[in-house]
């Protein structure tokens, strides 16, 4: 166990260090730089620039300077936010889109899976059809139309909540709410497929043949088998809930680090860039780790298979 | 002895979106305690679902639709599904065709099996996992109080098979249904489960029914045979009558699809020519009559009554009428049951 884990981790930091390079090879090949404005700087203040920040260094050398900081998780300054290190615009922007993240998450998982389940046991019963209609309109409407939406109907029609901003904690409402509806909506209908595949094991035949309550049988031996996949799209879809949606985050006026990563991709912010970049992918690796953790407690043929190795 | 399970005109059918599939038709039989039945019949016979209906566990949608199943004084079919799952894995248990699959993957062997203990026994927790590898270790698996704490998937087919039996005798039925228990297993597994169902029927009195499409196991087993087909009962005996004087066609026909291992002869095997028939629009008259090489007028109008060839055996064949032609091999003049 403790082996498979030491592989695990090699190999997701030579992912990230793929990624890395790929994204600063792929930046660069990007026309402009991080000074290139509509108006053109004159050019003896542009050579200033660059030379201050290396830019005028070959792209390869600039590259291995680059690595050099990464490997020492020094990510360096902002190109474009003056006075400002990039980790500093993570460690501003990843707490509101983590803190929204993870209320999204927490409602997609409670809210989600019973659904799925309730509407399996009720296949083609009005209330399967009612949440079915619910989860394909959530899939569908995308998520800035939800986002618009909540803002008009229940801050600006009604006044319940407020139009922008976290100030008030009823302004969490419309941020979770427009952001987990499409993944809300994915998890019952992944819970609800899972399960009726489930349902038709002949495991399930036997435990009923054995006289166990039907409460039990759905209870523990259904369900844990069900969850299997949607473990495996709830790691992901954490991974990109938590590190903030720009969208949503423009509509709401919330501080997260969504605007942050547009923002640098058309500043042509190289640092910022690959800062977040180099955040989410390793974010989104742990996540993938997490999955495999909990598919091994979930389900034993994985752990041992992958332990006796 | 006395008897133990009375099956009187059952009929089962499925609701589809295609119309009624109606795959049992009337299946009536008895049988004592301490008898070994077998039911045997192709795939579509309707096997599986009498199987199925005997302790009222026919998924949607299908239903139960006449007749009634009296096991122990009590009618299965009138019974709530409460008052079900108290009788289903204490009195009656059953064990399925696919071991690999009928067992959850995702729990412990002990956790399985005290389930079941717990759930019909007053035992502690303590004494169901002593029994439960007590159960093991009498269906012969090695190192019982290690190999209880294993999942599933550790143990080979044959293994399974033994946990699902030792799982299904835990709480100590008075009739232990087998679906199809050999099917999914080698030749040589299926000889020591065959066995093992033996040694355990005399150790704990359970009547058993088995279920399956093999003569072979029919042979070495049981002490009653039905037969069925296109959803209907062909004929009813003990072993000897069925394999030395069987008297319906369809019978005669499975005989002849076995292969016979003699040496120097070169026999071809005689297969039953045609297919089932279509339950959703079953024909009216003997199901059989399709296919079968002596088929007359009235076959095809009326399924035929069970004539009584014995006490103990009863063929539905219209041969057997005193106005039918002779045929070599039909005893006629069989009295008719009703």
């Known amino acids: 166990m403790g082996k498979y884990f030491l592989k695990r981790f090699a190999a997701a930091i030579l992912t990230i260090l793929l990624i890395a390079t790929i994204t600063f090879f792929m930046m660069h090949s990007i026309p402009g730089g991080p000074f290139t404005r509509e108006r053109p700087v004159p050019d003896s203040i542009m050579v200033r620039l660059n030379e201050k920040y290396h830019l005028d260094d070959p792209v390869f050398i600039q590259y291995l300077d680059y690595m050099k900081g990464l490997v020492t998780l020094d990510l360096g300054p902002s190109f474009s936010i003056i006075g400002k290190d990039v980790i500093d615009l993570i460690k501003g922007g990843f707490p509101t889109s983590a803190k929204i993240g993870l209320m999204a998450t927490v409602l997609i998982i409670i809210l989600g899976i019973p659904f799925g389940i309730i509407s399996a046991l009720k296949q083609n019963k009005p209330i399967d059809y009612f949440v079915m209609f619910m989860a394909t309109l959530g899939v569908t409407v995308p998520s800035f139309v939800i986002a618009t939406l909540i803002i008009y109907v229940f801050a600006g029609l009604l006044g319940w909540l407020p139009t922008y901003g976290l100030q008030n904690p009823l302004g969490y409402i419309g941020p979770v709410v427009a952001l987990s509806g499409y993944s809300l909506s994915f998890v019952t209908r992944l819970t609800r497929s899972s399960m009726l595949e489930v349902l038709r094991q002949d495991y399930i035949r036997t435990a009923r043949a054995n006289g166990i309550k039907e409460i039990v049988v759905m209870g523990k031996h259904a369900v844990r088998n069900a969850l299997i996949p949607v473990i495996t799209y709830v790691g992901p879809m954490v991974a990109a809930i938590l590190t903030g949606s720009f969208v949503i985050e423009r509509i709401f006026a919330l501080p997260g680090m969504g605007g942050y990563f547009v923002e640098s991709i058309t500043n042509r912010d190289y640092t910022t860039i690959m800062g977040i970049t180099v955040f989410y992918a390793a974010f989104y690796i742990i996540m993938i780790l997490l999955v495999d953790v909990a598919y091994a407690l979930v389900d034993p043929r994985i752990r041992f298979e992958k332990g006796a190795k | 002895m006395g008897k133990i399970l009375e099956v009187n005109n059952l009929k089962t059918s499925f609701f589809t979106h295609l119309g009624e599939v109606q795959a049992v038709r009337g299946s009536s039989f008895s049988m004592n305690e301490g008898d070994i039945l077998g039911i045997v019949g192709e795939s579509g016979s309707g096997k599986s679902v009498t199987a199925m209906s005997i302790i009222n566990l026919i998924e949607d949608p299908g239903k139960i639709k006449e007749g009634s199943v009296i096991f122990n004084g009590k009618d299965l079919t009138k019974l709530t599904e409460s008052e079900l799952t108290e009788i289903r894995g204490s009195e009656i248990a059953m064990i399925f065709q696919d071991p690999m699959t009928s067992l959850n993957p995702v729990f412990t062997i002990k956790n399985l099996m005290t389930e079941v203990i717990l759930r019909h026994t007053d035992m502690s927790k303590k004494e169901a996992i002593a029994h439960a590898i007590k159960m093991l270790d009498l269906v012969g698996i090695p190192h019982p109080e290690t190999r ?44 020591q489960i065959l066995e093992l169902l033996l040694k355990l029927k005399d150790e704990t009195n359970t009547s ?102 014995s006490d103990t055996h009863t063929s539905a064949c219209w041969l057997l009428h005193e106005d039918a032609p002779q045929v070599k091999g039909y005893t006629k003049g069989g009295k008719q049951d009703d």
């Open chain 2, 148 to 191: 209880i704490n294993a999942y599933p998937h550790q143990f080979s087919g044959g293994m399974r098979q033994r946990v699902m039996i030792a799982t299904a005798l835990s709480c100590d039925p008075k009739l232990l249904i087998a679906d199809e228990p050999t099917t999914a297993l080698d030749v040589t597994i299926q000889a």
């Open chain 2, 208 to 309: 058993i029914i088995i279920i399956t499409h093999d003569l072979g196991v029919i042979a070495e087993v049981c002490t009653d045979i039905i037969v069925m087909y296109g959803g209907m009962m062909m004929e009813k005996g003990t072993v000897d009558e069925i394999f030395y004087e069987p008297n319906h066609p369809y019978t005669n026909g499975l005989h002849n699809s076995v292969p016979h291992i003699v040496s120097g002869k070169r026999d071809r095997l005689i297969p039953i020519k045609g297919s089932p028939p279509d339950l959703m629009k079953p024909p009216t008259g003997c199901p059989f009559s399709p296919r079968c090489p002596h088929a007359m007028q009235i076959c095809l109008e009326e399924a035929a009554p069970m004539f009584k060839l």
